[in-house]
């Protein structure tokens, strides 16, 4: 006897969505990012509180669009920029279909992860949690308290213990956000990495040499503003005036160093990495200014381009009316 006819099975659908990463400063946020991506997008250091903007970067697989948003560390905030900062944070929060919480599971940071667990209760959205750098772990038995933990503290919960640096057990948790998202369509095309514009990078990326480069409050006291972005009618020069404004005449000694070779070091660090993006040649010339006390100024620190932006959080990502509410 014939079998009856069948209907193939649908395909699996298409899923697509915001995913923010929150922790608390240095778990290893943006470090993750860049390893989901395969690029250096988002800036990173030793240094904690180093990512100060909500960032965008794209992550596409076969069966789904994860938009993935950087942000800045989370924690009891008293000063003026670190305030915005981390207000800049729970605006991302806010957005998210699916939280990605990372922590670092080697160093855990207590009043921060408090202070997140706090903010969990009251937002309804899937939960996957990254515990990281595992590979700072000698004995992985350290992690079952910490897992037992987590648990607890948000129910619904996914954990999974992950290196970024390394890349271990990411694919898991892609798999993982994969799962959480929402159906829905491809927000941006296929060879999209971010929505950030280049000129923003390069401020960034020049932010992250004063990390590498010098200690001390330096690189907290500093802030980059691309005064000058052309590219050339060819396409394939750019040339960029940059400034780093600093809060003391002595911080700019120091960022300028001896005879211009510490400025000189950070300028060429960050146009080798443009180049290195874009292809093209670039041209960088960073200038110091001194900007006295600009942390504590309100008006300074939108003006350095910090802080969430007014009006439409999504920044048009995508239409409003897809996003889930809160
Ligand atoms: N050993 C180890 N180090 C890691 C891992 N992930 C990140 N790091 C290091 O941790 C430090 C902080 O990394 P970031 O990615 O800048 O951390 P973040 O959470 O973005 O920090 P903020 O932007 O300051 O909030 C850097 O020195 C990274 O190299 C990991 O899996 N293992
Ligand atoms: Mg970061």
Redesign the pocket.
């Known amino acids: 006897m014939d079998d009856p006819p069948r209907t193939p099975p649908a395909p699996p659908a298409f899923r697509s969505g915001i995913v923010t990463l929150a ?10 990012l860049n390893r989901i991506l395969g690029e250096k997008l ?10 100060r903007h909500r960032l965008l970067g794209v992550c596409h697989r076969p069966g789904a669009q994860i938009l993935f948003l ?1 942000t ?2 989370v924690f009891h905030a008293r000063d003026r920029l670190n305030r915005t900062l981390v207000e800049t944070a729970w605006a991302a929060v806010a957005e998210a279909d699916v939280l990605l919480i ?1 922590l670092d599971a ?1 160093r855990p940071a207590s009043a921060s992860e408090r202070l997140l667990a706090e903010r969990l209760k009251t937002i309804a959205r899937p939960v996957v949690i990254a515990l ?5 772990l000698p004995d992985k038995s350290g992690l079952l308290p910490l897992i037992e933990h987590w648990a607890a503290e948000v129910r619904a919960a996914t954990l999974v213990p ?5 890349g271990t057990q990411v694919e898991e948790l892609l798999q993982a956000l994969s799962a959480a998202l929402p159906e829905g369509p491809p927000y941006f095309p296929e060879d999209a990495l971010t929505d950030a514009p280049l000129r923003f990078l390069a401020a960034e990326w020049i932010r992250e040499k004063i990390f590498a480069f010098t200690g001390e409050e330096i690189p907290y006291a500093a802030a980059v503003t691309i005064e000058t972005f052309e590219e050339a009618p060819t396409g394939n020069r750019i040339r960029i005036e940059a400034i780093i404004h600093l809060e003391r005449e002595s911080q700019k000694g120091i960022v300028i160093g001896r005879g211009g070779a510490m400025l000189k070091k950070i300028g060429t660090a960050a146009r080798l990495e443009l180049e290195r993006l874009t292809g093209k040649k670039v041209f960088l010339r960073p200038t110091v200014r001194v900007e006295r006390n600009w942390r504590k100024n309100e008006r300074a620190i939108r003006r350095f381009g910090y802080g969430a932006p007014p009006g439409d959080p999504s920044r048009g990502l995508r239409p409003r009316q897809t996003m889930s509410g809160e």
């Open positions: 922790g608390p400063p240095n778990a290893g946020k943006s470090t993750l988002s800036i990173c250091s030793p240094k904690p509180q180093t990512t950087d800045p560390g990372v080697a990281n750098k595992i590979d700072l992950i290196s970024a640096l390394e």
